[in-house]
């Protein structure tokens, strides 16, 4: 059942990349003069999200979500990266195994992108499957900066081998935007699997008493919702036939939020994680994703008439998180059908021998300081907030060695665990062990414990965060470089 990919691109509102193709010279020649073979240009403009609401922020070649880019494992590409805004700014190719100075991460050393600038940068963008770019600036208290824009957009980055068991392809990328800040958040406390551990709540709530200031930090909520740059029911339809496999790659491009998704009446058969195949495929009621996740799945359609697909939470949906499936020859208002309560566990899409044993073990414990930095919470990995100015701590890897590490969550967020450049396979979570799989990013529940491990084969200044925006940019990071 194969199907031509760039056909899908006309549906649900992602547009093709213009000149883009596997056809392309061979890029390496293109690395220093020439044409680019992707040109991506940061500069402020307007997305409709709906007639009624149109919102001015910084976007990737004038859209959002940014353009679907389409790579070929292990071939070169040369990317022009054109930054029209005041400020400079860097792309980070999320989820890929590229060099440091390319990766687009200023912790380890990429340079900026300046003002009113240019950089061409060149890569060999592996490993297949499922990633994105987005930028990787600091924005701190500034909502104009960083993740709060509509800089991000979907990569597929084609395996050379493709099983492709699915009739077609439909890429979603889920986003908030104009965001502002309150006090206390609404963090999605039932999303995980997995019951508190007492010692850490214990500590949390000695963190909390030890704050000079007793009041809740600054938390960012958002006014309007839309997956794939339109609020629900204002874009094209996801149109589908009865008895079709479609493959949906999820894309979570929140700053800061943890979302869900379901589609009334269907099931969610996961095949892949972060864009890596899951040992285990299983089938789901309702996606969760942390801040920058990604889940391909399979959904057979088999559940005909006009649905709406979208976060559980009312509120968030009411303003824009949900996208229409219509199948073909019906009409009329989507359907929405709240699902039961479902808890992510990420160990069903594992297996239950291995891993491997580690050569090192690294532990962590993250702590909240209630509103310790000018009203904002600190965040502090084994006492240490990242600091921006000194780019320490540094934790030293040497190449081959395999690491495991250890998390332990002293306060009730959840957060999205990120590191860049390599691969990490989940050991742990929430005490339950699992292996196989491979995943850029993982949620730490609330006063819960996880690990996962590395293997150090990819030379270069290595950094670890929390992908929430507001986490990462109050200490929630550390380097890692390699001996
Ligand atoms: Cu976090």
């Known amino acids: 059942m194969m199907t031509d990919r760039r056909s899908i691109l006309k549906y649900a509102g992602l547009t093709p990349w213009l000149g883009a193709g596997a056809d392309l010279a061979a890029a390496t020649d293109q690395a220093a003069t020439g ?21 001015s922020t910084t976007l990737y070649n004038g859209q959002f979500p940014g353009p679907l880019i389409r790579f070929r494992e292990g071939q070169r590409v040369a990317v022009d990266i054109h930054n029209d805004t005041d400020t400079p700014e860097l792309v980070h190719w999320h989820g890929q195994m590229i060099p440091s100075d390319v990766d687009g991460s200023s912790e380890e050393g990429t340079p900026f992108v300046p003002a009113h600038g240019k950089r061409r940068i060149s890569f060999v963008p592996k490993p297949a499957g499922f990633r994105f770019y987005h930028t990787h600036v600091v924005a701190r208290g500034d909502l104009n900066r960083g993740t709060y824009t509509g800089q991000a957009g979907p990569v597929y980055i084609e395996p050379k081998n493709d099983p492709g068991a699915y009739d077609r392809e439909v890429f979603l990328v889920m986003k908030e935007f104009l965001p502002s800040f309150s006090r206390g958040g609404d963090m999605a406390q039932d999303a995980l699997a997995g019951s508190p551990v007492a010692a850490l709540q214990e500590m949390g709530k000695k963190a909390d008493q030890e704050a000079r200031v007793k009041t809740k930090g600054l938390e960012v909520g958002y006014e309007l919702f839309c997956i794939n740059g339109r609020m629900g029911g204002h874009g094209e339809p996801v149109r589908v036939k009865q008895g079709e496999r479609v493959l949906f790659h999820v894309l979570n491009a929140s700053a800061t939020e943890i979302r869900s998704l379901a589609l009334p009446g269907h099931v969610f058969r996961v095949v892949s994680l972060d864009g890596n195949p899951v040992p285990t495929p299983a089938n789901v009621p309702v996606l969760w994703l942390g801040t920058a996740e990604r889940i391909s799945a399979i959904v057979e359609m088999n559940h005909p008439g006009v649905w709406l697909m979208g976060d559980l939470a009312d509120d968030d949906r009411a303003h824009g998180m949900g996208i229409v499936v219509e199948y073909a020859g019906h009409k009329g208002k989507p359907q929405w059908i709240q699902p039961q309560p479902f808890h992510w566990d990420y160990t069903q899409f594992g297996k239950t021998t291995g891993p491997a044993a580690p050569d090192e073990t690294m532990e962590f414990t993250v702590i909240k300081q209630n509103a310790a ?40 967020d959840i957060h999205p665990l990120h590191l860049h450049r390599h691969s990490f396979e989940l050991t742990s979570v929430a005490g339950k062990p699992t292996a196989g799989v491979m995943k850029d990013v993982v949620m730490l529940g609330g006063y819960q414990e996880l690990a996962f491990d590395f293997v150090a084969d990819n030379r270069g200044k290595t950094l670890f965060h929390c992908h929430q925006q507001l986490h990462m940019d109050f200490g929630f990071m550390a380097l890692f470089d390699y001996a």
Not at 39 to 54: C, D, K
Not at 398 to 405: E, K, N, S, T, V
């Open 373 to 412: 930095l000018g009203g904002f919470n600190q965040w502090t990995l084994n006492g240490i907030a990242f600091s921006m100015e000194t780019m320490k701590p540094v934790y030293t890897i040497r190449q081959g060695r395999r690491y495991r590490l250890k998390f332990r969550n002293a306060s009730d």
């Open 35 to 55: 044409k680019a073979d992707y040109t991506v240009r940061i500069a402020t403009g307007l997305a409709e999200l709906s007639p009624e609401h149109i919102v």
